[in-house]
């Protein structure tokens, strides 16, 4: 192998199969993160304590290595515009361009591509002046923040007033965008782009039935891959994916999307050019369909050829459902210990089951306050939702 190093954006839990992944396919990876006690740096070839944001910083650090390196990744980390800063720098062609990056990057832009290029998504308004009362509900978000941070449901017009002041603190650029919520089923999409190939094996539903507990924050508690009863739409959803990939001029990548069906029709709220976190790319996607996503992520980002038979995905669908769930804190006590019952460690069809008590925090408001995570498969969904209560029924948390 002529260029040897493989970069890798972040050190935390989010990142460690990309890490693994690279190391499996022989290359030396060169991982950065600004945490110097970060969960994943052992499993780095060479550890920067640098942000990842500080690409100034990060061009130093790989200089030496700069002929050898063939590409970068990152996942469960918004920081698209870092890898495309990376790649150009590296002269690593055929990937996202850096204007693409920056406008998955930002929402309000983001918003303005939809529009431009005719993608369904939800109504916008300039302005809090601009929402009629017929307009209600409407969420409002940071357009420079990810992990639901900042992002509020607003009824009426003195909740937009309150909230829209307190989004826009949150955001690194002092700017939000309000846009009209829309009823109905969200799915989480997760594409390969293969020489401008679309191959999608990330098609999940996603959980909000715990809204009403982090209101008026609007958290996804995890979801279910496959969703099956939504295939219907998945033909519709390649189509649009396509569309995105060909005018954001990506022929070669990861796009993932959250959208909602809403009278039975695709609406995008989001796309990301990126790896998802939260174990949806590392474990729900592979387990459900055969795929080793990031796998075949990193190879196509290290412009090493994809076989056919590495992209087998719902020709082998596994007939099982597979959900990840969150252990979040909704009030405003300290967690002091967690018991988790020894049998909970032999169940089969538990996949996972991990805490991480550096995260422990007085409430949650993002999805960076989640201190825990599990994944359950079962054979159909009554019985993967009977798996999942057993789960948070049997774990006990001590409060101070």
Known sequence: ?????????????????????ANELGFRTLVFDKNKSSDCKKYAYKFFNVSTVNFS???????KYKKKIAGVITQGSDIPFTVSKIEKYLKIYGRTPLNSSLICSNKLLMKNFFTQNKIPTAKQFKNIH?????????VVKPIDMSGSKGVYFCRNFDEINFFSNISKKK????????????????LSTESLIIKKNVYTFGYAERNYNDTKDFYPNILENG???IAKKYFSYKKKVDFYIKKIAKKL???NGVIKSDLVIN???????????????GDFSATLIPKSTGVNFIKCAVKNAAGLKVFKNELIGFKNINKNYYANRYFFSVDKKNIKKIYVPKFLKNVKWIHKLEFNTNRLIKKTQSHKDRYGVFIVSAKNLNQLTKRINFVYNNIKILYE
């Open 263 to 277: 009278n039975n029709r695709i609406s995008f709220i989001e796309i990301a050019t990126r790896l998802s976190g």
């Open 171 to 186: 955001s690194k650029k002092k700017k939000i965008i309000i846009e009209k919520f829309l009823n109905g089923p969200q």
């Open 223 to 225: 979801g279910i891959q």
């Open 57 to 63: 910083l990060i061009k130093k650090k790989i200089y």
């Open 130 to 138: 601009q929402i009629k009362k017929s307009d209600y509900p409407v």
């Open 249 to 251: 001029k990506i022929n």
């Open 1 to 21: 192998m002529d260029k040897r190093y493989f970069i890798i954006l972040g050190a935390s839990l989010d990142q460690k199969e990309s890490i693994i992944a």
